[in-house]
């Protein structure tokens, strides 16, 4: 028996309905020599710190950083995960042959990988690669299934992705939180959600520091075209006024006159980026709702693997494209121009070097069923005439650049003009009314003469400066995929795509967190970074959490293993060095300014209390030598004060691997230090016997 895994249960149905196992039992799919199950995405995550000792349960100083020796995975505390994991168990057990049919991306690998091994499976395994779920795709990927082997690099890089974080996030979150988020807040850091976070912190802070100014521009109509001053904008009202009586005692003269042929080349494929900017500059839907709406078109078949980052085609799809164009009726009106001649295959949609495990997002031969929602239909419509649009002949235009002069001041103006409108007549039923700014460039103008002269209207513009426009989703997920550089050209974006921080399909997710951490906030379409995230930014000097190019180069040293480029222990080597530098330096560094200001006033606090008393027989008459307002109790596994919701003080019964007893403890707590102890076996620097002592910031140290 041949046992197929699946993400989804719905993807699950439709392998099955194809392989012919049409029986269904508890947990999976039966017949015809297969069992098709299914996972409900993730079933594993990686084990978290108390799982790998119950003192790492408690946020405490002295125990970072947590590097375990060797990452394990465990199932998702959950019911109905747990049932379902025991499915496949049985049926990894009974099986002679496993065929992973995850999603075909790194996290669906990982999804995958990681439920085999909790299971322990020993079975070979094959991977089922596909691009579609239609049912001709799914034909094609188990006619050509690989083994398992050959994408073992990219569970590498999902797996290193995976550590990487856990590692960052569990480490930092709880060193800035211990040191620096006192008793009220959880300061949460990402390996990429922090960097995002710091873009948007920068630019609030560049919008929040803007002086508006205001300046004047001399402007004149000739043969009622705008011409605009060639000079700086002038500062002041009266300057301008000058200028514009100079204006009017010349008169005005075309120095040169030049029009150019150009081109204008049609628009990508959709990635997913790209597809989530659009969807939010057109419908201002957010980057999460996108992929939702993506992820149900392509579960419903309509639409190709979403989760991209390549805006090209490979060579061998060439021969299927006339198919789709053929299918998709709804617009027949722009497809058959097309279909009249073969379709051109230009090196800038059909590359093979520029496509890695997908294509771009293109529909399928499926055409959309009526049952869609609004907001599905609208994202279709979005890919539909993106791919339309590629198999266009380019726009067209006339560029024409006028240079004049006034006396002595240069003017010059240009237009623009469409002779040919090749890929923009597939937009032409959406396009927008232009803008003054779009009038002004577009504007017509007439065959001009050099040396040509005559009268003209002189006229002053008054304007203000504008601050930096505030990120929307569409804005930030383009600075995301480019590592915060401003790039607007398509070409040189795609290149930078190997170092954009997070992947095209966790953007979205991040975004999302950084609202229900409450670090930004949405008004209207724009993003604002909160008190609460600006001051979380400002704790952080390390500007290895908050570049946005350091995350970079970690991106693309996690796309080098995927290629086998890179070792994936070296990845984890790097960022367990930098995690115990990163600890040192905020304990050591700008923490200890903190911690010493925080001993002054408790011996301040001393010299005007009675000293402790030496020995007590209970805890019950012990009082808390942190708050010293209220006694100690003793629970399971520490010694702490009984006011603990708003007292943090708390000391484990064991430390660095020794049970310490009661009179050890109260040794510590009261006098600040222990006798000699023997013993210890998890000491970070291997310490095996010493002295413990309490410091007066209650952090136990061993010397």
């Known amino acids: ?39 409900f995405g993730h079933l594993c995550t990686l084990k978290e710190p108390h799982d790998y000792g119950p003192e790492l349960k408690s946020w405490n100083l002295i125990f970072l950083p947590i590097i375990p020796k060797n990452f394990g995975i465990k199932l998702i505390p959950n019911k109905g995960v747990e ?63 690989k083994p398992a082997e050959d994408y073992k690099n990219l569970y590498l890089a999902g797996n290193a992705r995976a550590i990487g974080d856990w590692l960052l996030g569990i480490n930092a979150t709880r060193l800035f939180t211990k040191k620096f988020g006192g008793n009220k807040a959880v300061l949460s850091i990402g390996r990429v959600q922090t960097p995002t976070l710091a873009m948007l912190v920068q630019r609030q802070k560049e919008i929040d520091v803007f002086t508006v100014e205001e300046y004047w521009e001399l402007k004149t109509k000739y043969r009622e075209v705008i011409f605009n001053a060639a000079i700086d904008r002038l500062k002041t009202l009266d300057r301008a006024e000058k200028g514009l009586e100079y204006l009017k005692q010349n008169p005005f003269e075309i120095v040169s006159f030049e029009i150019k042929e150009g081109k204008e080349r049609n628009p990508r494929l959709f990635d997913l980026t790209g597809l989530q900017v659009e969807a939010n500059k057109k419908y201002g839907y957010s980057a999460e709702s996108t992929l939702n709406y993506i992820q149900s078109l392509y579960e419903k078949k309509h639409v190709t693997y979403p989760r991209v980052d390549t805006t090209y085609l490979s060579e061998s799809l060439y021969p299927k494209v006339g198919g789709i164009l053929q299918s998709m009726a709804f617009y027949q009106e722009l497809v058959a121009p097309l279909l009249e001649q073969p379709v051109p295959k230009s090196k800038a949609v059909f590359d093979d070097t520029k496509v890695t495990d997908h294509h771009a997002i293109i529909p399928t ?74 009038k002004e460039e577009e504007q017509s103008i007439p065959e001009f003469t050099v040396g040509e002269t005559g009268p003209h209207e002189p006229m002053i513009h008054q304007g203000k400066t504008s601050p930096p426009k505030p990120y929307t989703e569409a804005t930030l997920l383009r600075a995301m995929e480019t590592a915060g550089k401003q790039v607007e050209d398509e070409e040189l974006r795609e290149l930078l795509k190997n170092n954009g921080i997070g992947r095209p399909s966790t953007r979205a997710n991040i975004i ?30 390390d500007e290895l959490l908050k570049s946005p190019e350091l995350t970079g180069e970690w991106e693309l040293k996690l796309r080098k293993i995927e290629k086998g480029e890179y070792e994936a222990n070296q990845f984890k080597e790097e960022l367990i060095r930098m995690v115990t530098e990163l600890t040192r330096k905020v304990v050591d560094g700008k923490g200890k300014m903190i911690i010493l200001q925080e001993e002054s006033e408790v011996k301040e ?36 004060c009984s006011d603990f919701k708003n007292c943090s003080f708390k000391i484990p019964f064991e430390i660095f691997g020794k049970k310490l007893s009661d009179k050890q403890l109260l ?37």
């Open 1 to 39: 028996m041949k046992l197929c895994i699946a993400e989804k249960p719905s993807v699950a149905r439709d392998i099955a309905k194809v392989l012919g196992a049409t029986t269904p039992k508890q947990g999976y799919m039966e017949g015809n020599g297969y069992c098709v199950t299914w996972t």
């Open 83 to 145: 049932n379902q994991f025991k499915v496949i168990e049985r049926l990894i057990e009974e099986c002679d042959e496993v065929i992973n049919c995850g999603d075909a991306g790194q996290e669906g690998e990982l999804i995958q990988r990681w439920v085999l091994q909790k299971a322990k499976c020993n079975k070979p395994v094959h991977r089922l690669w596909i691009s579609s779920l239609t049912e001709e795709a799914i034909k094609e990927g188990f006619a050509s299934l």
């Open 365 to 438: 031969e499926v055409p959309p069923s009526r049952n869609l929602s609004k907001e599905e239909k609208l994202i279709y419509d979005l890919v539909a005439k993106r791919f339309i649009s590629v198999f266009y002949p380019e726009c067209k235009i006339s560029n024409t650049l006028v240079e004049a002069k006034v006396g002595t001041i240069p003017f010059k103006t240009s237009g623009k003009q469409i002779l040919e409108p090749g890929w923009r007549i597939v937009y032409d039923k959406e396009a927008k009314e232009p803008s003054e700014k779009d």
């Open 512 to 541: 999302e967190t950084l609202f229900k951490r409450k670090y930004i906030e949405k008004k209207r379409k724009n993003l604002y970074a909160t008190q609460t995230g600006i001051q979380l930014i400002d704790t952080i000097e």
């Open 605 to 640: 606090k001393k010299k005007r209390e009675p000293a402790p008393k030496k020995e007590l027989q209970s805890w019950e008459e012990t009082k808390c030598p942190k708050c010293k307002g209220h006694h100690l109790i003793k629970g399971k596994t520490a010694v702490g």
């Open 667 to 703: 040794d510590l707590i009261l006098k600040g230090k222990s006798s000699k102890l023997k013993g210890f076996s998890t000491h970070p620097d291997a310490l095996t016997e010493g002295v413990l002592l309490l410091s007066d910031d209650f952090i136990v140290q061993l010397n």
